[in-house]
């Protein structure tokens, strides 16, 4: 199921609404069971705001728990653990914040009570959810157009996710390509005019173009539109991994698909919506932050003298060249012989401060001002470093040549939007040290640039939480 612009699969959608209601049965019922149900009513009333923070902090905490991970094990007891304390901490957030200001309080009886019921409703609910999920799973069934590497590929791909939910049912020739042949002989069913015969006969739940939509025949067109209108989804590859992967392949991303799908970049409020959100959550950022970027700044000063901050030039929006700052993570002598290197996990570059900032992300927190002054997004592509971003771009021939092309294919696209603090690529992939890591970072990159949206912005600061929160950094 899409919520805006991103996937979201239905089982994560099923156990939130059931946390929802677990949780509002609790806020609702302790409040009745406490008070009665005329006094419970007044209660809800009088403390409506407190009871809807308290299912928000509910919700986010969740997240970051990791309890809408469908591969979680209900039964064991690291996810009991997940729970009861998911269950706590929202309590004490709440109780904290509330007690700040009175108004908002809650009667302790009626916090555990909420407590109590949240535990035991959400882990009876995932139960439920578990057993019916058992029961009704079925993943997708496709099949593939194209044998060559583009269908190989993106066999491989499915094979390695064994979580997916995806079934490939084998793959079918281009006509117009068949001796381009990439794909193993068991797994090619047929030519590609059969397949609205195979479709029907594979009862296929959709269609994965993985060639070039101009080289297939007149008929295989005319034939997945029979397919479409007989309700058999036809896609191309990338929109396939946009939605099944989070991330779309930079090799062979035409211009013409990405003109397209980047509607959103030229919508004007949604620039300025993004912008004042930038502001506001800088600003919020360095105010509340403000003690541990103290801390911090100590800590680094003590372990390695020294300057505080590092500061270095970075590529932002439309290739223009800005001063990032960030937190001392490294000895000042780093980079001595004046060359760009990648550093990576065990780099004995890192100061003892500086792989614990980096592991927690706190050497970032200083590119807040960075946001303020309008060069960076809190979300967004991570900015690289001008030798990078040359060599990513790097033409075989001069860029005015028909055979120019990038090291990295549609490397550029990525600088179609301001960089960011955070963002797709860093929560689900990391820092990159190679080029290798760089090109699949950029997949994961394209993909935000696509499908760029304000929710999709909240699940990456969730995200990061999660990661900070984990130590998921590098």
């Not at 979201?8 to 406490?34: E, M």
């Not at 068949?178 to 797994?187: D, F, L, M």
């Not at 080289?215 to 991994?241: A, H, P, W």
């Not at 963002?423 to 696509?450: F, H, M, P, T």
Request: with cysteine; proline share 3%; glycine share 8%.
């Amino acid at each position: 199921m899409r919520i805006i612009s991103h996937t979201i699969s239905r089982r994560k959608l099923a156990l939130a609404c059931a946390d929802q209601i677990t949780i509002w049965v609790a806020l609702l019922g302790s409040a009745f069971l406490r008070l009665g149900i005329g006094e419970g009513v007044l209660y809800i009333y009088s403390h409506l705001l407190s009871l809807v923070l308290l299912s928000l902090f509910y919700a986010a905490t969740f997240y970051v728990a990791d309890l809408y991970n469908p591969s979680g094990n209900i039964r064991s007891n690291r996810t009991i653990l997940a729970i009861a304390l998911a269950t706590v901490a929202p309590l004490l957030l709440s109780t904290v914040l509330f007690y700040a200001h009175l108004p908002l309080r809650l009667g302790r009886t009626i916090l555990v009570l909420i407590g109590g019921v949240v535990f035991l409703g959400t882990i009876s609910s995932r139960r439920i959810i578990s057993r019916l999920g058992r029961r009704s799973a079925r993943k997708t069934r496709i099949l593939i157009i194209g044998t060559g590497q583009a269908g190989k590929t993106l066999l491989d791909d499915i094979d390695r996710n064994s979580w997916n939910s995806v079934d490939p049912l084998g793959a079918l020739n281009n006509p117009t390509s068949a001796t381009e042949t990439s794909v193993e002989s068991w797994r090619i069913l047929g030519d590609g005019n059969e397949v609205g015969v195979l479709a029907s006969d594979l009862a296929a739940d959709g269609v994965v173009i993985a060639s070039t939509y101009e080289r297939l025949t007149r008929e295989m067109k005319q034939t997945l539109v029979k397919c479409r209108l007989n309700g058999i989804r036809v896609i191309d590859r990338f929109s396939f991994y946009s939605e099944f992967f989070g991330r779309i392949p930079c090799d062979f991303l035409t211009p013409e698909w990405l003109l397209y799908r980047t509607e959103r970049l030229t919508s004007s409020f949604q620039r300025k919506v993004k912008r004042l959100f930038d502001f506001a959550a800088a600003l919020f950022g360095l105010v509340v932050c403000s003690p541990l970027l103290l801390l911090t700044a100590v800590a680094i000063r003590l372990d390695s003298g020294g300057p505080i901050f590092y500061r270095q030039k970075r590529v932002g929006k439309d290739g223009c060249v800005f001063t990032l700052c960030k937190f001392r993570s490294m000895h000042m002598d780093a980079e001595k012989d004046g060359r760009a290197v990648f550093s990576h996990k065990e780099d004995p570059r890192i100061t003892r401060v500086g792989k614990f900032i980096r592991k927690t992300r706190l050497d970032e927190l200083p590119q807040l001002v960075n946001v303020l002054k309008g060069e960076m997004s809190v979300i967004g592509p991570r900015p690289e470093r001008p030798t990078f971003v040359e060599e990513y771009v790097r033409s075989v021939e001069s860029r005015a040549s028909e055979d120019y092309s990038e090291k990295i294919p549609n490397y550029s696209v990525r600088l179609l939007v301001k960089p960011g603090i955070t963002g797709w690529a860093q929560v689900n992939c990391g820092y990159a040290d190679s080029l290798d890591s760089s090109r699949k970072k950029l997949e994961y990159d394209l993909y935000y640039i696509v499908n760029q949206s304000l929710v999709l912005d909240l699940i990456i600061l969730l995200k990061t939480i999660k990661v900070v929160l984990t130590g998921g950094g590098v």
